[in-house]
């Protein structure tokens, strides 16, 4: 018998077999094509989330400049992608975050300066501070550096490179002609009339798929403000590196809608993707400068500080008698114009006419506010020809200095609680040379006194006042025990002083008495209603000074 060949068994094997290739296909099908279009989806997430935390540490930098107060900051440097079972990821992704403080070997820097080379400041009450913008070979430039993040994904191919850039946070995209760029916050360099200059120390670099934490901490906080001015002649410019184009920080979103701004221009640095920008500033106006420095990352004992600069004096001398003290206060800056605390502030005086802590000399340190209050003294009371000193200084500059010469230390002077010195000039004198009270009256229903003068000698300073006695009749008289004193008419005039009965010499800022008829009211919210008084005051003549009392019945 012939049987028939039955071949059903391998009909089914090469089924299995195409069925397996199927699935392999299919398989290697989705992780070529479906795994990374996903892996990029979540490489694309983690862009704009860290683009989000650059934004937070770009935000921690200004709020720490301008309150000195520590602000770390999570970056996540990389991701990683979704777990699988039967596919292959690559890699997690990862990111490099680092500063970039040089451009083809030159420090990166930004300055403040004139077509001259010399920035003046126009409205500084302090001479030192005026000295060393106009002769310290250092002031107005900063160095610094940038913040920048870039990535290393493996699908997404569009990332960007992110910049903190002089308070700006941009995207870099691309490289060479085909570079572009996109903002994402604003810049807090110029605004109004107000230039704000934040500097960067330190170093970070940091790489890798996890979080880090930056440390983000103030080394100058901006408080203080200096003015500047652009003059016609000599205008003021805002000079520093930047990877993006005079055409973008001119946008009307950024400098370009400052008025104070005049124009924005920039020089590319050869082969490096860099421009140097200068922003001119509208002439022929003042401008409020303010500075600042803040360490990121790994921050050197020696950039976490800052070095004393100059010196201020914030409350001046005051001339001293015979057993009295005094006091000033001076402030020690940085070159950021802000006040350095722990700051070593040398004393010194005569010796002979003027003392400090029972010596000639002391050390004393700035508090947190980089002040510190001198304590000084009469030593002896100088006669004609004879003239004491007093210097505060940090270092050898004219403007690490204020020195105090020619001061005189008379028998008595302002601040005294009374008594006889040798310049009294008694009650009501009316020789010659004398200021001679004329007159005294009432005026708006007694509720004012007028003095009536006649400086029958050479010009002279009313420096200083006090009542020394006051009689109260009882009718009508003031409860408060005070009298206020203005120069001027016979319904008041320019305020001077308020006299407490019997208190304490009141310093008055110097007031010119003239040759001949000068008037003073005094006012108080009663009446000088058969009243009467005894008025000190307190006279300063080529830097001596003397008093003459007056007894004053106004009604």
């Known amino acids: 018998m012939t049987f028939w060949g039955d071949d059903r068994a391998q009909s089914l094997q090469v089924g299995a077999v195409l069925l397996l290739g199927i699935f392999v296909i299919v398989l290697a099908t989705f992780q070529a094509t479906v795994i990374p279009d996903q892996n990029a989806e979540t490489e694309f997430d983690h862009s704009q989330a860290v683009q989000s935390d650059m934004q937070d540490l770009r935000n921690g930098i200004l709020r720490s400049a301008s309150s000195g107060t520590v602000r770390p900051t999570r970056v996540a440097l990389g991701t990683d992608y979704e777990n699988r079972l039967l596919f292959i990821n690559p890699p997690p992704a990862t990111g490099r975050l680092r500063t970039v403080d040089q451009v083809d070997g030159q420090t990166m820097n930004i300055t403040l300066s004139t077509a001259s080379g010399e920035v003046s400041l126009t409205d500084s009450e302090y001479e030192n501070a005026r000295d060393y913008w106009t002769n310290a070979s250092t002031s107005g430039e900063f160095n610094t550096s940038h913040v920048v993040y870039t990535s290393d994904y493996s699908e997404y191919a569009g990332e960007p490179t992110t910049v903190a850039d002089n308070t700006l946070l941009y995207n870099i995209f691309g490289d060479g002609p085909n570079q572009a760029n996109r903002t994402i916050t604003g810049q807090t360099l110029v605004r109004g009339g107000t230039i704000d200059l934040l500097t960067l120390r330190g170093s970070l670099s940091k790489s890798g798929s996890g979080t880090v934490t930056v440390p983000v901490v103030p080394v100058s906080e901006s408080s203080r403000t200096v003015g500047v001015k652009s003059e016609d002649d000599d205008p003021l410019y805002l000079n520093f590196t930047s990877q993006l184009p005079a055409s973008v920080w001119n946008r009307t979103d950024l400098l370009g809608e400052q008025p104070s701004v005049e124009k924005v221009t920039s020089e590319p640095i050869p082969d490096t993707g860099y421009h140097r920008i200068s922003v001119q500033f509208d002439t022929g106006r003042s401008y409020q400068l303010r500075s600042s420095a803040v360490g990121v990352g790994s921050v050197s004992e020696n950039e976490s500080t800052t070095k004393a600069a100059y010196l201020v004096v914030v409350d001046d001398y005051r001339t001293v008698g015979e057993g009295e003290t005094g006091e000033l206060t001076v402030e020690v800056r940085d070159r950021f114009n802000n006040p350095v605390s722990g700051e070593e502030v040398n004393v010194d005086t005569d010796g002979t006419f003027i003392r400090v802590d029972d010596g000639s000399s002391v050390e004393v340190e700035t508090n947190s506010e980089g002040r510190v209050t001198v304590e000084y003294a009469e030593n002896q009371v100088t006669d004609d020809g004879e003239a004491g000193w007093l210097d505060v200084g940090i270092g050898d500059a004219t403007y690490e200095h204020k020195n105090f010469t020619g001061l005189k230390v008379p028998e008595f002077a302002f601040g005294s609680d009374g008594g006889s010195g040798s310049d009294d000039g008694g009650i009501n004198p009316n020789a010659s040379g004398e200021i001679v009270l004329t007159e005294s009256s009432s005026s708006e229903n007694n509720k004012r006194a007028v003095l009536t003068f006649d400086n029958t000698g050479e010009s ?96």
Not at 490 to 511: E, K, M, N, R
Not at 535 to 545: L, R, S
């Open 460 to 555: 002279v300073n009313l420096v200083g006042a006090r009542v020394d006695f006051y009689y109260d009749s009882g009718k009508g008289s003031s409860d408060s025990n005070e009298v206020e004193l203005y120069q001027g008419s016979d319904t008041g005039g320019t305020p001077l002083a308020d006299l407490s009965f019997g208190g304490p010499y009141v310093d008055i800022s110097p007031v010119t008495i003239a040759e001949g008829v000068n008037k003073f009211t005094l006012s108080t919210d009663g009446k000088f209603q058969n009243d009467f008084l005894v008025i000190t005051f307190v006279y300063e003549d080529d830097g001596t000074e003397f008093r003459t009392r007056y007894f004053v019945a106004p009604n």
